[in-house]
């Protein structure tokens, strides 16, 4: 059995290449920048939705901020409605950073 540094020269000779969201630079990047995660899926009791950011705080450390929780029972739920539900929670809080800035 060949060993995996074996393995790696060969696929390396071979024209392999490791895709390139793989290399440090670019998980620094992504680490250090923002990133959002919507979620909204259905269980028995209804609807749940969770929105958070999150990015690589000064410390190192990951941090998130949740931008929008809920739960509620709707009396049908469509491929439309699941998109609508995320985008108006995710609108209703841009609308919340972005007035106070203009109203000032």
């Not at 028995?44 to 939705?49: F, Y």
Request: proline share 5%; with cysteine; aromatic share 8%.
């Amino acid at each position: 059995m060949a060993s995996a540094g074996k393995r790696e020269v060969a696929a390396l000779a071979a024209g392999w290449r490791p895709h390139p969201s793989s290399s440090a630079a670019n998980a620094h990047f992504t680490d250090h920048n923002w990133q959002l995660n919507l979620r909204l899926w259905c269980e028995q009791d209804g609807v749940h939705l969770c929105a958070y950011v999150y990015r690589l705080a000064p410390a190192g450390r990951l941090e998130h901020i949740s931008i929008a929780k809920a739960s509620w029972r709707p009396s049908e739920v469509t491929e439309v409605a699941v998109v609508d539900w995320g985008r108006r929670a995710l609108e209703s809080w841009l609308r919340q950073q972005v007035l106070p800035s203009v109203e000032q």
